[in-house]
């Protein structure tokens, strides 16, 4: 569900990069002493290296011609805590887009807010925490699990047709787009949420106290996670490593649904324009020439940056096409990626706020 910039104009795009930088900011600064100790460093890491390499595995919805892959907010949450699990797929997201080209520049906000704030920091805590006022059981984790990764989905396309609707930019009527992507989304998530109960419960079986110390924001000094860690490093490296290779080849829910609006709208207006419009072509339709230049300039600057940065375009070697070694080795870095930057931003948090307590204490 990684929104393109073709999708969205300058204004709501930026007005939602705006959003993500408050948000990572204002985190930052809820982060508790506990969450980010360096105990939980290495967790940090492999789950957020788990998610990225989970996000390469596109699943076939049958009977739709369709696929979907997890988002992994709520995976990320059950295992890490709201604030934490949020400033992580911030850090996945971020490298999908500049190291693989997965996602727009300028949508980068709009991706961290509907992967990232909608799953974390919203159905986390309103909706997955509250199921557990009493104690953790394998029942009530898969309950929670299945009911908020598919919230949080839906939300999240929700939130994706709107996004489009204010752009403006997508020949797309709001009826049909919304009929189509909401439907296969709430699919998708019912999908995501057994992978994250299956997940959440083999964490559970293993060591509890990571799930309980999530839900309730301690820390885990003095509990032995090595083992937790190098499984589900071992699952990130399967995921990315091999499993991505039987990804199907399907288009996504968000593409799907945007190719399908494009065609019942062709069918039912005959000469109706058949594809998406590019940043040049809806500049040319727009009434404004000058602000139609500068939207235009705009979203070639974001594609060449983005495309200059990119290390492994498409999770492959070019983008002339994916190939298997292309696929493995972007799995298998992007993992790699993802736990060393996603670890060492949750260690500078955790030195910095450990910094400061200490200076505070001083000072009183």
């Known amino acids: 569900m990684h929104m393109a910039d073709a999708l969205l104009s300058p204004v709501v795009a930026l007005a939602a990069d705006a959003v993500g930088v408050a948000a990572v900011g204002i985190s930052v600064a809820r982060v508790k002493k506990d969450e980010f100790s360096e105990k939980k460093v290495p967790l940090i890491g492999v789950a957020g290296a788990l998610v990225f390499a989970g996000q390469m595995i596109n699943f076939t919805i049958p009977g739709t011609g369709s696929s979907g892959h997890i988002g992994g907010g709520i995976l990320l ?18 490298i999908q887009c500049l190291f693989f080209a ?40 898969s309950a929670a699990s299945v009911i908020s990764a598919t919230a949080a989905l839906v939300l999240g396309a929700s939130c994706v047709v709107l996004q489009v609707m204010l752009s403006g930019v997508a020949q797309l009527p ?47 000094d003095g509990i032995p996670v090595k083992k937790t860690v190098a499984a589900i ?28 609006t494009l065609e019942k709208t062709a069918a039912e207006a005959p000469g109706a324009a058949a ?63 993802t736990f060393v930057v996603a670890g060492a931003a949750g260690l500078s948090i955790s030195l910095v706020k450990k910094r400061k307590r200490e200076a505070a204490g001083a000072d009183a």
């Not at 990130?236 to 399908?260: F, H, M, R, T, Y």
């Not at 235009?296 to 200059?308: E, K, S, Y």
């Not at 292309?326 to 790699?336: F, N």
């Open 77 to 94: 949450a059950g295992l890490l805590g709201g604030v934490p699990a949020f400033l992580s797929m911030t850090a996945v997201l971020i």
């Open 102 to 141: 997965d996602g727009g520049l300028l949508a980068l906000g709009c991706n961290i807010f509907n992967l990232g704030v909608i799953p974390c920091l919203l159905v986390y805590p309103l909706v997955f925490k509250p199921i557990f006022r009493t104690a953790v059981s394998y029942r009530r984790l």
């Open 174 to 220: 709001v009826g049909t787009f919304t009929a189509l992507m909401l439907p296969i989304h709430l699919v998708i998530g019912i999908v995501e949420g057994i992978v994250t109960a299956a997940v959440l419960c083999f964490v559970h079986r293993a060591r509890p106290e990571v799930v309980t110390a999530s839900l309730a924001g301690g820390k885990l």
């Open 233 to 260: 490093a071992v699952l990130a490296v399967l995921a990315g490593g091999a499993l991505s290779l039987l990804a199907s080849k399907n288009p996504d829910g968000l593409e799907w649904a945007v190719e399908g």
């Open 275 to 337: 594809v998406v419009p590019g940043a040049a072509q809806a500049d040319e339709q727009s009434g404004h020439p000058e602000e139609s230049s500068t939207a235009g300039a705009l979203h070639v600057r974001a594609a060449g940056i983005r495309d200059a940065t990119a290390v492994l375009p498409d999770y492959s070697f070019s983008y002339d096409g994916e190939n298997a070694a292309g696929t493995s080795a972007s799995g298998l870095i992007g993992a790699a990626i």
